[in-house]
């Protein structure tokens, strides 16, 4: 009788740990779905020189040819 109620109060505790846990577990989904509503990201400021657009130089290369691929070369075996 002794192990059937011990039985019985280790499946009380670990059924209220889960339930525990699960909750614990929507509470912090909940709050991270807040937090990324609220704070919206960052605007880039026109003033940072990184943002701003920058023209092509007169001298910059241009390829006469496209080339379609590469095609695999074979490795010597000796080494």
């Given amino acids: ?38 704070t919206p990201p960052p605007i880039p400021s026109a003033d940072n020189p990184e943002y ?8 910059t290369f241009k390829p006469s040819e496209k080339i379609s691929e590469d095609f695999p070369v074979p490795f010597p075996v000796d080494i």
Avoid: H, W
Wanted: glycine share 0%; hydrophobic share 40%; no cysteine.
């Fill in 1 to 38: 009788m002794r192990a059937n109620n011990i039985s019985k109060t280790y499946s009380l505790i670990v059924l209220i740990t889960v339930i525990f846990l699960a909750r614990t577990n929507d509470l912090a989904a909940q709050e991270a779905t807040r937090q990324n509503q609220e």
């Fill in 52 to 59: 701003k657009i920058k023209t092509l130089p007169n001298d």
